[in-house]
């Protein structure tokens, strides 16, 4: 008698093994599993996307300075203007900027490219000097370093987030930024005879924005 249900048994577990391997072989080859794959993927991503979405959003709250819908500037200055100062802490330095990139401005001081914005303003603003005038010491200053413009808009403190060694034709180093940037460029090397062939790049992002009223 118990022989007779000790077969019975392996004879049911067969039965069950059987059938759970012919399921797993439908289940897979139909779209059920792909559908409940897709739809376990989906769900968490979607909340581990929402998570992420929320904790950059709080950062950067944190650390972006706000921005008025207000234009900054009433005006753009003129070619030859003198509209600001930069101030480089690492140096001790204050630089007069000059509206313009040609060599009447940066014989004068620090040159603002004519087609970029306005210090403190949404996008990429540039800065260009001399390396053996106002720039000589431009090398000592790398990633973490402040910079600060001061306009008749108000003061704009970036902080610097790269540098770069680029060749003198490169024209990405005034492409517009999706964000207020403030991009210092300058010949390289500082200690190099006649035309330098590159250029030394520091890419600032605004940190800190106190407006004139």
């Known amino acids: 008698m ?8 392996k004879l049911a577990f067969l039965l069950v093994g059987v059938g ?15 559908f409940l794959k897709g739809y ?6 979607a909340e581990t996307s929402l998570d992420t979405v929320e904790k950059e959003m709080k950062l950067s709250s944190k650390k972006a300075p706000s921005i008025s819908n207000e234009p900054l500037y009433k005006s753009v200055p003129e070619v030859g203007d003198h509209m600001g100062e930069l ?16 060599e009447d401005e940066l014989e004068k001081g620090v040159g603002h490219f004519a087609g970029s914005v306005l210090p403190g303003e ?6 260009s000097g001399h ?7 431009l090398g000592e200053v790398g990633v973490g370093d402040e910079l600060t413009v001061k306009t008749e808009a108000g003061a704009f403190t970036y902080r610097v987030r790269k540098v770069r060694i680029v060749d003198q034709d490169d024209r990405t180093v005034i492409v517009p930024k999706p964000k207020a940037t403030l991009t210092v460029s300058t010949c390289y090397p500082f200690d190099f005879i ?3 062939p590159d250029r030394y790049i520091l890419v600032a992002d605004l940190m800190e924005s106190e407006r004139l009223e």
């Open 194 to 196: 006649g035309s330098a």
């Open 131 to 137: 390396r053996d005038t106002v720039f000589r010491r």
């Open 40 to 45: 376990y993927l989906y769900k968490t991503n």
């Open 2 to 9: 118990s022989a007779r249900r000790s077969r019975k048994k």
């Open 20 to 34: 759970l391997i012919v399921f797993g072989f439908w289940f897979t080859s139909t779209n059920a599993y792909p």
């Open 122 to 127: 949404q996008d990429n603003t540039v800065l």
């Open 87 to 102: 101030i480089i802490p690492k140096l001790d330095a204050s630089l007069p900027i000059y509206h313009g990139t040609e």
